[in-house]
């Protein structure tokens, strides 16, 4: 079974880049017709799908964050991270990384990022 574990600062400040890492165990992100998402969820709101890399490393946006979002790899080591620039309070929330393909679809546990001076 898949796992993936979110790591990076809990804490960024206003107009900065938030940057998370995905760290993937027991698959590869390689793997044929595997999808490595970025999903949110900020407080008191649903969950809000940001963006995905693909198994061949093609990227897809969420269109209302395109302009602020960057997702990449290292194949190398088994990760994908996330890059939201220009941060506004309103990013403050729990981001998950996700994949989509496997069999279960599994999601990391989590991790609060707040943005705030």
């Known amino acids: 079974q898949v796992q993936l574990q979110e790591s990076g600062p809990g804490l960024v400040k206003p107009s900065q880049t938030l940057s998370l890492t995905c760290t993937v165990s027991g698959g590869s992100i390689t793997t044929n017709y595997y999808y490595w998402s970025w999903i949110r969820q900020a407080p008191g709101k649903g969950l809000e799908w940001m963006g995905e890399?693909?198994?061949?490393?093609?990227?897809y946006y969420s269109p209302s964050l395109k302009s602020r979002t960057s997702i990449s790899r290292d194949t190398s080591k088994n990760q994908f991270t996330l890059q939201l620039s220009s941060v506004t309070p309103e990013d403050t929330a729990v981001y998950y990384c996700?994949?989509?393909?496997?069999?279960?679809?599994?999601r990391g546990q989590g991790t609060q990022v707040t943005v705030s001076s």
């Open positions: 890399i693909a198994y061949i490393g093609t990227t």
């Open positions: 996700k994949v989509f393909g496997s069999n279960p679809e599994t």
